[in-house]
Nanobody, 125 residues
Framework: VQLQAYGGGLVQAGGSLKLSCAAS????????MGWFRQAPGKEREFVAG????????AYADSVKARFTISRDNAKNTVYLQMNSLKPEDTAVYYC???????????????????WGQGTQVTVSS
């Protein structure tokens, strides 16, 4: 499975960005998908996760009510809509896929089987 994340960029605080992650796998709908981020000098952290059908989602407390994860299984793509961005949201954002028949937030990076290359998000104050 190959994951290609894109949509990052430079935005002012309070602005919005929408990240996309396109998957090469024809069985995309069988993967739980997640977004993680890693700021310089910090560990990679969970941002959001979504179940195979999109019916269930989970968010880190730091992004709850500001970010929205969604997916379009017909397009093999998962999205992360980011609103009210803050300078502390600055990081490289990664999408990840997990092979599973169940749903759980899967908030730890080692739970995921495949990773995209990351896209830089920079929020200026």
């Amino acid at each position: 499975v190959q994951l290609q994340a894109y949509g990052g960029g430079l935005v002012q605080a309070g602005g919005s960005l929408k990240l996309s992650c396109a998957a090469s796998a024809p069985t995309f709908s069988t993967y739980v998908m997640g977004w993680f981020r890693q700021a310089p000098g910090k560990e990679r952290e969970f941002v959001a996760g979504i179940s195979r059908t999109g019916g269930r989602t989970a968010y880190a407390d730091s992004v709850k009510a500001r970010f929205t994860i969604s997916r379009d299984n017909a397009k093999n793509t998962v999205y992360l809509q980011m609103n009210s961005l803050k300078p502390e949201d600055t990081a490289v954002y990664y999408c990840a896929a997990k092979i599973t028949n169940s749903w759980s937030p899967f908030t730890v990076s080692y739970a995921y089987d495949y990773w995209g290359q990351g896209t830089q998000v920079t929020v200026s104050s």
